[in-house]
């Protein structure tokens, strides 16, 4: 009776086991698949898709060789300095950049002409005017309404302030301007904290740019460009996965993304991950770029894109350094050439913004 009764309870056991083991992976199916069609029906609503690294990597590859390939003429070049900018001489239906590399059908004089206020505007896609033909960007519109007035259009699709400060100190006093206007959006707060664009947006183009960080004393300290060559691109069409070593300094990499070995396996993996990142982005970490629907003011990208720079000394920041490109321009003038990285004493620097937003989207301006 006693062993049979063991034996009863042993089978017992046993099924009860199976049925829990079943049980349990009935639930994580289920889970599953209830994740992978979450993940799915969120494509049109999110403003960043729930992707697979290995889906990032296959497309940032194919984007590297567009970059790379010398046989297309796209109006994207990579700068050594800058990380990239706009090629000079392109034209197409609605773009003209000179030979200077200004927006502009035609080359302006090293100096402006007498009686002429010359104005540069360094920026992103707001000051060059991404979505408007030559003839309709703002600083053309002020050229036609104001004929003593000359704005130089050194706007770049995507730049953050830091990189339209670096250009100015390699090239902004060469045309001789009066006045330099240094362009902004919310959206720049982030590119400021930003090394790699696709760790800003996993669709966006694979550029790598230099960036600003703040030592102990609070002092800006210049991160040059870490691919300061076409070539250096090339090991990432080998390796796309080496393309982390860039999170270093980017605020916006995330290492639970790139580096955990169940996120490209698991959609219950991907979904709870990513739900977790953007709502700890948005509401708990302690250096997120807004807080309570405005800028804060504690964040590192605020404290870098102060304006503290732009009334200082360039050399002081940059190290003196000049962008291949700006040969492009023509040679400063006996005025100008005293200091080309410093701000003469007739030139006053303005940071305008543009707009204003609450709820800024990573895009490509």
Not at 104 to 123: D, K, Q, T
Not at 203 to 229: I, Q, T, Y
Not at 325 to 336: K, N
């Amino acid at each position: 009776m006693q062993q049979g009764s063991a034996a009863t309870t042993m089978t017992f056991n046993r099924q009860r086991a199976l049925f829990v083991t079943l049980g349990v992976a009935f639930v994580l199916t289920a889970t599953e698949g209830l994740c992978r069609l979450a993940i799915r029906l969120s494509r049109p609503i999110l403003a960043e898709e729930i992707r697979t690294t290995s889906d990032i990597f296959h497309e940032q590859s194919d984007k590297i060789q567009l970059l790379l390939d010398s046989t297309h003429t796209y109006r994207v070049v990579l700068d050594s300095i800058l990380g990239w900018r706009y090629r000079p001489g392109y034209r197409d239906s609605a773009d003209a950049i000179n030979s200077q590399g200004l927006r502009s059908p035609r080359e302006y004089e090293p100096e402006p002409p007498a009686r002429v206020l010359r104005v540069a505007a360094f920026g992103d896609s707001f000051v060059y005017g991404n979505e408007v033909a030559d003839s309709a960007s703002w600083p053309a519109l002020v050229e036609q309404l104001f004929p003593r007035i000359e704005v130089l259009n050194y706007g770049v699709g995507g730049y953050g302030v830091d990189q339209a400060y670096l250009r100015f100190c390699a090239e902004g006093v060469a045309l001789s301007p009066r006045i330099v206007i240094i362009g902004f959006v919310s959206d720049d707060l982030g590119r400021v904290v930003n090394v790699y664009r696709r760790f800003i947006s996993n669709r966006e183009v694979p550029l790598v740019k230099p960036r600003f960080s703040l030592d102990a004393g609070g002092r800006l300290v210049l991160l040059p460009n870490p691919l300061p060559h076409a070539s250096d691109y090339e090991r990432y069409l080998r390796v796309p996965q080496d393309v982390v070593e860039l999170g270093a300094h980017d605020y916006w990499y995330r290492p639970a993304v790139y580096r955990n070995p169940a996120y490209d396996y698991s959609a219950t993996v991907r979904l709870f991950t990513e739900l977790w990142l953007r709502i700890s982005a948005r509401y708990f970490a302690p250096d997120r770029l807004f807080r309570d629907g405005a800028i804060n003011p504690s964040s590192t990208a605020f404290r870098i894109q102060q304006p503290a720079p732009a009334r200082s000394s360039c050399s002081s920041r940059t190290g003196n350094q000049s962008s291949p490109h700006s040969r492009g321009a023509r040679r400063p003038s006996p005025r100008s050439r005293a200091s080309s990285t410093a701000v003469k004493s007739s030139t006053s620097i303005s940071l305008l913004p543009f707009a204003r937003r609450r709820a800024p989207r990573p895009s490509g301006s």
